[in-house]
Structures are given as C-alpha cells and as structure tokens.
C-alpha cells in the first residue's frame, strides 16, 4: 500500500494538514494579547515547517527517482495539503474559510505557495549542488563507464 503513488500524495497532505492544525490550535488556546504576538510567531512557525517538511521530502526524493516521478507526487501532495488548510482549516480555529473575507483567504493561499515553493527548491538545490540529485548520479556512473573502458585500437592500413 505505501508504495501507491496515492498513498504518498494523502500522507503528505494530512501531514501538512497536521502542521496547520497545531498551529490554529496554539494560536486558539493562547492567551492573545492585543498585539497578536503569539498568533503571529504560530504562523511563522508553520510555515516555516511546512517549507522544511517540503525541503526534506523533496531532497530525499530527488536522490532516488527522476524529477518526472517525483515532482508530481509532492506538487499534488502539497495542492490537497493547501487545500485542506484553506478551505478545512479554518473550522479548527471556529471560523469559516471566508469569514476574514477574500483578501485573507488568497493571502493564505499566496502564502502557502509561497513558502511550499521555497522549500522544494531550496530542497532540490541543496541536492543538486551537493551532486545528490539524479541526474548528477546518472552522469556520473556514465562518466565512471566510459573511462572505465579499454581504449579502443582502431586499425590503419
């Protein structure tokens, strides 16, 4: 079952999730004063580790399998993740999801993006620049092959 590409996208969504959920329910129980410090630093918090869960999956992933396996798996994963943040998240808090009206909501959406894309390619960056990626392995096995080899003799007459 884990390794259905379904499977992979819906743990990586309700992870996701999970991350957001926490994060309301801190911002719902702490005492709240009126400069909204620790709603803000929850948020922060959040998307900081919903950018380091998507740097992580998407380094380890970029190592094993080529970008066009992998790259829609997380891509899906994080839309139903967004998705459910957006639109089933709020209800966590006791809200609606357009009870701040349309400018939060985007804002919402606009910041997840934001930071999911951050984190993937920062993610897929540091594996390329360490030559972890794929492709830079698959170079250099064929670079590794190829001087492997005898030289070939060719015959002049």
């Known amino acids: 079952m ?3 590409r379904w499977f992979r ?3 990586l969504a309700v992870a996701l999730f999970a991350v957001n959920v926490i994060a309301r329910l801190v911002i719902r129980f702490s005492d709240d004063s009126a400069d909204g410090g620790a709603s803000g630093l929850a948020s922060i918090a ?3 580790v919903i950018a380091l869960i998507l740097g992580v999956l998407t380094f380890l992933r970029s190592q094993r399998v080529k970008p066009s396996a992998w790259l829609p798996d ?3 994963g994080a839309l139903a993740g967004m998705a459910l943040i957006v639109l089933v998240g709020p209800f966590v808090s006791g809200d ?4 701040g009206g349309a400018g939060n909501f985007f804002a919402q959406i606009w910041l997840f993006i ?3 894309g951050a984190g993937g390619l920062i993610g897929y960056w540091v594996a390329v620049m360490l ?6 392995r698959a170079l250099k096995a064929f670079t590794q092959a190829r001087s492997d080899r005898p030289r070939r003799v060719v015959g002049r007459r």
Request: charged share 20%; proline share 4%.
């Open 2 to 4: 884990r390794q259905q």
């Open 9 to 11: 996208i819906t743990a």
């Open 46 to 48: 959040m998307f900081t």
């Open 74 to 76: 997380v891509g899906f």
């Open 96 to 99: 609606g999801p357009f009870e």
């Open 114 to 116: 934001g930071c999911a």
């Open 131 to 136: 030559g972890r990626d794929y492709r830079s």
